[in-house]
């Protein structure tokens, strides 16, 4: 089993940038991909991104293209997500998540919150 903890949250102006840290220990081999994900009150958990851990093949949501980037350190077994121009609309608690290759993702950590202030 895959162990994933996420670091990194905190309170921002509008425009700012933080990065969160997602470290995973434990059969950290069986991970085919790291995804973020986040939620907001009320709000379903939508997907942010996501990285292919033997390749780095990225993917994103629409609503962060060209303003967050994920990236990939297997060496410290750690994904990370830098997120520039932030919006109040970015507010949420975010998440990571690992899945194996031809499956879902089922292995959470326990979420960071983002707060980003207009």
């Known amino acids: 089993q895959v162990q994933l903890v996420e670091s990194g949250g905190g309170l921002v102006q509008a425009e700012g940038s933080l990065r969160l840290s997602c470290a995973a220990s434990g059969r950290t081999f069986s991970s085919y991909a790291i995804g973020w994900f986040r939620q907001a009150p009320g709000k379903e958990r939508e997907f942010v991104a996501a990285i292919i851990r033997s390749d780095g093949r990225t993917s994103y949501a629409d609503s962060v293209k060209g303003r967050f980037t994920i990236s990939r350190v297997n060496a410290k077994n750690t994904v990370y997500l830098q997120m520039n121009s932030l919006k109040p609309e970015d507010t949420a608690a975010y998440y990571c998540?690992?899945?194996?290759?031809?499956?879902?993702?089922?292995?959470w950590g326990q979420g960071t919150q983002v707060t980003v202030s207009s």
């Open positions: 998540a690992s899945r194996r290759i031809g499956a879902s993702y089922d292995v």
